[in-house]
């Protein structure tokens, strides 16, 4: 009888120990927030210390993501797990809001959504507070551009893509280049590949919100003749691009060789422009639209990358709100937004300007309304990343033919006919 | 039993704090995860998603998976080859650090130093080498060139892929299993290398007939922790390859360098299946387990043989 006394005795002192750090982080007025923008990370962290200051509440903020790393839905999958979820955190798209529908709160009622013309909507609820304006098409040099004697107003299909990289390509000694095009198909790059030039075959040259095409490869249909001129796109940015970044080539790598001034196009998005900064590229820059069709495509793809939703199951749901609301209506916050993050404002009443050049490029396609939309977040983060990424490494290090690409790519879609 | 149960309160006491850890750290995950691996749970709150018992459906979807039964395959012949070059390694610098060497202590903290970097920054390293200082070199030094040729770089192909993650897996862990070897080493008594000097037997001979018998017992250690270490292998591949480059197995596109556990923790969080990572798992568990089992009981009978 002793005996248990003890042993029931020596488990609750351990016990005690061993779940002591469980509770305790629930006092009302905190806010957690999940983001997945790592570059701006210093600047949150900044704006959320200064607002805590200001209001009295505290700030919690936390970073995932990058080009190798955890991934936001796998931050929030362990969170979820471990009963530990933020109160704002971040979706890309449909899938996303699918994955954590129950979770998501109705924002319609929010004075920011008056401002904003693309916040994450479904059935006329509005869910997702919108975190920029981002956009990609192809960045170029201008100045090598200029030097080659392309005009970057008429790269707007293939044919005119092909002639002006065989062009460069001829010109590669005199312009110190090592490659036309900076472009990366590695493992932990799928996201160049799979994500960004993915969208070319999903949305170019379709009006914007136009999802015919998306909806035919859901239910595994394949325009065959759409197919094969994207591949001969893909092809061609994969011909022309310097083989090492092209197939082992990190974020860096890539960025880096056309910020030094080794490539004439970046495969990438206006978010590079922190990046350029701090290479110092001194040459003059901006967006031509992705010639991936053999009819023009005008246009680059311009989109609110991801939203802010909040956690309706939260404690601190007015708190959350508060946030997102003085991120939009405060200076403070738009000094944040567009100063010091850098990042093109997506409300209407903030009328500061980003300083990046591709990020100004993206504002002037937009404000002419030549856009695109971003469709790739309409299949799922495991097709895109275990199923068509392989796909477009093995197509990069010519494991397989163009042909063949089209193959696994047309298997690809009609597996999801399920 | 008499001395157990007099001292009996005093041995639970001091014991509870070592058992409640195990089974709170190790049998209880275990449990739970052995009975998601027979759910269709996915952790996220998406509408309708429960956690059904769903038998061993997930069990075998996985084993018709030609990515997971790739991994299989990689992992078997990366461990294979892994154990034998690290314990090749370990043996030849434990052997070099116990002779007659100047400075053999500077040498011994200088292998074993790789063992205390992390793995996840071993691997962004050695990927720095392998993409840059490699090619690098290949254009400064003029027979060397083809080292330079983009086609020739290690990560950008599976059979060279695997032959780096071998490299940098050795030169991570060699140095921690050459400790071992040097202290079974140390244990070996002079009189034998002594007699065997007087009889005439060569450098070779001793080592042969002397040196490896007697650290039979290292080598039943070594064995096991290079096995296990070499078939959970993570974070060096998450970071060296991440995967790449890609391969065709059986029909599809897959990553040809996912090892194992890669695959599980992207069948998990990648693709969002977490009962098939789960299941996968233990499917991984038991093969180590009988894996180990066999390597262990060869080895003791090696042992016996003294």
Sequence with gaps: ?418 | MNRFHRNGPTFWLFLAPVLLAFLMVIVVPFLIGSYYSLTDWNATARIGQGNAFVGLAKYGESLKDPAFLYSFIITTIYTVANVAVINGVAVALAVAVTSNLRLRNVYRMGFFIPYLIGGLILGYLWQFIFNNAVPAIGGAVGFLSRLGEPENLMLSRVPTGIIALIMVGSWQYAGYIMMIYVAAIEGVPEELYEAAHIDGASHWQRFRNITIPMIAQAFTITMFLTLVNSFKQFDVNFSLTSGGPATSFMGESIFGTELLAMNIYNTAFVGNDLAAGQARAVLFFLVLVAFSLVQVSVNKRKELEL
């Design chain 1, 1 to 418: 009888m002793k005996k248990a006394v003890i042993i029931a005795l020596a488990l609750l002192i351990v016990g005690g120990a061993l779940f002591a750090g469980g509770a305790g982080e629930s006092g009302a007025g905190t806010v957690t927030l999940v983001q997945n923008k790592p570059e701006i990370d210093a600047m949150l962290q900044d704006y959320g210390a200064a607002w805590s200051e200001e209001t009295g509440i505290d700030v919690t903020i936390k970073s995932v993501g990058g080009s190798s790393g955890t991934s936001m839905g796998q931050q929030l999958r362990a969170d979820f797990a471990a009963d530990e979820m933020p109160d704002i955190f971040v979706i890309a798209g449909i899938e996303d809001y699918r994955e954590w529908e129950s979770l998501i709160l109705d924002l319609s009622g929010e004075p920011w959504v008056e401002e904003t013309s693309v916040a994450f909507t479904l059935d006329g609820s509005v869910y997702g507070f919108p975190v920029a304006v981002e956009g990609w098409g192809m960045a170029y040099n201008a100045d090598i551009l200029e030097a080659a004697g392309v005009d970057p107003a008429t790269l707007t299909n293939l044919e005119a893509y092909r002639r002006a990289f065989e062009q460069i390509d001829s010109m590669k000694e005199e312009l110190g280049l090592s490659s036309v095009v900076s472009m990366a198909a590695s493992a932990d790059m799928g996201w160049v590949t799979a994500h960004h030039n993915f969208n070319s075959l999903l949305s170019n040259g379709l009006p914007y919100g136009d999802q015919s095409v998306v909806n035919e490869l859901l239910a595994g249909q394949v325009d065959q003749q759409r197919l094969r001129e994207y591949a001969d796109w893909v092809e061609l940015l994969f011909t022309y691009a310097d083989p090492g970044i092209l197939t082992t080539g990190n974020y860096d790598a890539q960025v880096g060789a056309f910020a030094t001034g080794q490539a004439a196009f970046l495969h990438q998005g206006n978010w590079v422009d922190p990046n350029m900064d701090a290479a110092n590229a001194g040459f003059e820059m901006g967006f031509a639209p992705h010639g991936s069709m053999n009819s023009d495509t005008d246009g680059i793809f311009v989109s609110a990358p991801s939203f802010y939703v909040i956690n309706s199951e939260s404690e601190n749901i007015e708190a959350a709100k508060q946030f997102l609301n003085d991120m939009v209506f405060t200076a403070a916050g738009q000094r944040f937004m567009v100063d010091e993050a850098g990042m093109i404002p997506a409300y209407a009443n903030v009328e500061r300007n980003p300083k990046g050049q591709l990020s100004r490029s993206v504002q002037s396609w937009a404000a002419e309304g030549k856009v695109y939309s971003w469709n790739q977040y309409n299949f799922s983060g495991e097709f895109r990343d275990q199923t068509l990424a392989p796909i477009y490494n093995q197509f990069a290090t010519g494991r397989i033919s163009k042909d063949q690409f089209i193959q696994s790519m047309t298997a690809a879609f009609e597996s999801l006919r399920g």
